[in-house]
């Protein structure tokens, strides 16, 4: 999910510089979905209780 939203950021900077002003609007809109996907991600992650370990026998 991280390297999606890598490419999406390299695709608004080359869509920001090109004279396809129209794709622009399309890849900044899947660029903030994907962030908050994965900001919600990490929120269920960090809330998910720890596993106990195995203990050793």
Same mark, same amino acid.
């Given at each position: 999910? @991280?390297?999606?939203?890598?490419? =999406?950021e =390299?695709? $608004?900077?080359? *869509?920001?510089? &090109?004279?396809?002003?129209?794709?622009?609007?399309e890849?900044?809109?899947? =660029? !903030? @979905?994907?962030? *908050? @996907? $994965?900001? !919600? $991600?990490?929120?269920? $992650?960090? *809330?998910?209780?720890?596993?106990?370990? *195995? &203990?050793?026998?």
């Open positions: 999910m @991280r390297s999606e939203i890598v490419q =999406l =390299l695709d $608004l900077i080359q *869509a920001a510089n &090109s004279k396809a002003k129209w794709n622009l609007h890849i900044a809109h899947e =660029l !903030r @979905r994907q962030k *908050a @996907r $994965l900001e !919600r $991600l990490e929120e269920c $992650l960090a *809330a998910m209780p720890t596993g106990k370990a *195995a &203990s050793a026998a």
